[in-house]
Structure formats: C-alpha cells, structure tokens
C-alpha cells in the first residue's frame, strides 16, 4: 500500500448563533470496518504554513503537519489536506503565478511541481470562473478554476473536479517558504459544492470518509506514521473502543462553510459546565482547542499558579503574551503540573482530554493546549489536542439533508 501525507489549512471565524439541541448516544449500524484506507504520515513543523495556528511565538512540537501525493490531470503532486475548506488549487508553472511574503513583500516559490495550463484557463474570460479564498492568522490565494481529474488514491478518482489554479499566493509573514508543497486539497463541505468530496459523493458513490491523527511525530522533522485517512467507513487497522456518537452538523448558512457542531456540555472535574451557546467547528488543522470564555476561565481556576477568581484576566486585553500567558491567552504552567479532569459531551458521550495531551510541552514552556476563544461570539474550535486523544471521526452524508459526525475512540496501534 503507499502511503500519503496529509494536513490542513485554512479556517475563517465568525459569530455565530446555534439552535439548541440535545443529542443522545447511539450505535451508528452504518459505521463500518474498511480496507479502503491511506496510511498518514507526520512531522514536527513550525505550523507557520498553516494560518489558524496563530500562536506565533515559537516552533511547536505541538504542531505536526500532515500532507498526501494526489494525482491531478495524470501528475502527482504534494497536497496539504484542509477539512476546514472546499477549495483544492495548484500553481501554474513558474512565471505565470506570484507568491509573497507578507512580511517583507519579498518573492516566495510554492512547490517544485505545477499545473499546466492555457492561456484561457488563466483568463477572465474563462467560462468556469474564479476562485479567492482567505486564512485566518493572513494568506490568501486567488486564480481561476479548471477542469482536471483529482486521483485521490489508486482506484479512486474522480474524472472532473474543478481544481484552482493560483495566479498569486500571499502567505503568513512567519511561514518561511512555502516550496515544499505544491498546493492544497479542501476536503471541508463548502458551500458552492466544489469540495473534491462532494465530487466523491457524486461520481464514487462514498458516502464517508474518516480521519484518525495519532499525534506522533519525529522530532528531526522526518516522516513517521501519523493516522489514517478512510474511505466509506473507519480504517479496519483500528481497533474501536467505544460506542459511535453521533453528532448532527449544523446544515445552514453560515454553519455549512465547516464542519460546525453543538456540544452537550463540559466536564470538568466531574462537573458538568453548560455549552454557551458556542458552536465547535471540528478541524484537524487547528493545532488547539477554543472553547467559549466562561469555560476556559472554569478550567484555569484549576491550573496551577492562577491565583484569580478570573484567570482569564491575567492574559490581559491582547490577550498575552505575558508571565502568565502565552499568545492567544492559552495558560502557562509546570511542565509536571497535575492536570484537572477535561472532557467534552458530543452526541451523549463524553470525550475525553488525556493529561498528556492538555498539558502541551515545548522543551521547558508548558500550557495548556485547550485556550478560550477571544469573543464570547465567536465560534470555538476542536483542534489537533482534542483528534489526539485517540478520537476517529467519520464524515458522513448518508441522508444528504442531514449530514453528521460520528466519532468513537480507539486504541492507539502505536502504544
């Protein structure tokens, strides 16, 4: 079997206002074992390639990227795999597109491997139309769309897929060159049905596809395992150790951009704390987990060295970086600390955080890896401390006008 790379960029944020609801535990019959899976594989990176971590003050081990070889129009090409957006584009050869550094407007080059093209795909008058899409934290890119096949793996390709072609990339200023890979592929549901899995869902006939990080990587930077990407089900290499919580997708404007849902509750120390009324949208991409204000500030009270009846406080107005905080106010503290118990109720089953995994470690800066959003509006996030926690999460369109995650644990084949 080859094995594909695979990560995630790209996530906008909004305020927004969810419909209540309380979601039950439940055996999801539809969820099954397949064979039909690409094994991942990871490394530490500086995470600057990907916008929404916008934690910007050192390189994180926290921050592991992931990224696949696909097939586009017969050519391979290196993809970072964004569930955070729908729209998958390449560079034309070198020349015909721009790329800046937005720190100093100096040139950049994406990827050693480009996308042919006419001289009318690259043009107003192009009858499939223009794409400009944006990434939180800066980046941008804009072009034109063209009609190629997209392999997603042998036996799988979808024969017209319309693929942008960026005519000019503008980066984060902290990225340093992005020329290591060639483009990106937007597995998130977007909202004009161009995402390469509505095309799957079309022409393939999958319904699913399911997506486990392991959340080891080398430090040297080399490729190690790093999960696995299924197609039609959960990889058949795991061993499920749960029931399946499902999990309704919030299914109308503006929720549809993302995976967007709404969580029971919190647990904190056994204590049950309710939603906010705050959304989740459920990214692999995001290196940390946002949760609504009133329960972060719950969770720090917790924390060793807090000494306020509102921690959040010491963060200050930014919030941080400071004594207390590091940017973005996720809170500093022993690398040794003992951690309160955290969890997440989705779908009528509480997820659980492991110690390890809430207490992220940097060499000797420790935090803690699930840090308050920065509105009390805006929409939190499960990030990359929360697919962690040996959670396989399956994308599921089964009944297209009510679309849902199912999520489960896992026994982690690595330990």
């Known amino acids: ?108 080059t994406v990827g050693t491997r480009h996308l042919a093209v006419t001289s009318a795909e690259l043009s107003p008058s192009n009858p499939l139309g223009s794409f400009s899409i944006s990434y939180q934290g800066g980046g941008e890119a804009t072009g034109y769309y063209v009609d190629r096949s997209l392999q997603l793996a042998p036996g799988l390709t979808v024969a017209h897929q319309a693929i942008g072609v960026a005519t000019s990339f503008k980066q984060d200023a902290h990225s340093g060159s992005p020329s290591w890979m060639d483009g990106l592929l937007g597995l998130g549901p977007w909202i004009d049905y161009s995402s390469p899995f509505f095309s799957i869902l079309s022409s393939l006939k999958i319904k699913q596809f399911g997506l486990a990080l392991f959340g080891d990587a080398d430090t040297d930077s080399k490729a190690s395992n790093g999960g696995l990407l299924s197609f039609s089900g959960y990889p058949s290499a795991l061993k499920i150790t749960s029931s399946w919580a499902t999990i309704p997708l919030l299914w109308e404007l503006p929720y549809s951009y993302w995976y967007t849902i709404e969580p029971d509750s919190y647990v904190i120390n056994g204590n049950k704390v309710g939603n906010q009324g705050v959304p989740l949208i459920v990214d692999s991409g995001t290196t940390y987990t946002r949760v609504p204000r009133a329960v972060a500030a719950e969770l720090y009270k917790l924390l060793p060295g807090t000494g306020s009846s509102d921690p959040l406080k010491a963060c200050g107005s930014s919030p941080g970086p400071n004594e207390k905080c590091l940017a973005d106010g996720l809170w500093k503290i022993p690398c040794d600390a003992k951690m309160p118990a955290f969890g997440i109720v989705l779908g009528g089953m509480e997820f659980q955080f492991q110690a390890d995994n809430l207490n992220a470690v940097n060499g000797n800066l420790c935090f803690c890896s699930v840090g308050p959003i920065s509105s009390a509006d805006e929409t939190g996030v499960l990030g990359f401390s929360f697919w962690k926690n040996d959670v396989m999460v399956v994308h599921d369109w089964t009944d297209a006008e009510k679309p849902k995650l199912m999520m489960a644990t896992y026994e982690d084949p690595e330990k």
């Not at 990560?7 to 999801?28: E, N």
């Not at 992931?66 to 586009?72: A, G, H, L, Q, T």
């Open 1 to 108: 079997m080859p094995k594909y790379f695979l990560s995630s960029l790209g996530l906008l944020v909004l305020s927004l206002a969810p419909s209540h609801a309380i979601h039950t535990p439940q055996d999801a019959v539809s969820v099954v074992p397949t064979d039909d899976f690409l094994i991942l594989a990871a490394k530490t990176t500086s995470g600057r390639l990907n916008p929404r971590q916008t934690t910007k003050v050192f390189e994180d081990p926290n921050q592991i990227s992931y990224s696949v070889e696909m097939d586009i129009g017969g050519k391979p090409f290196t993809l970072l795999v964004d569930t955070g957006s729908g729209t998958t584009w390449v560079t034309p050869p070198d020349g015909q597109y721009t790329c800046t550094q937005l720190s100093d407007n100096s040139e950049c």
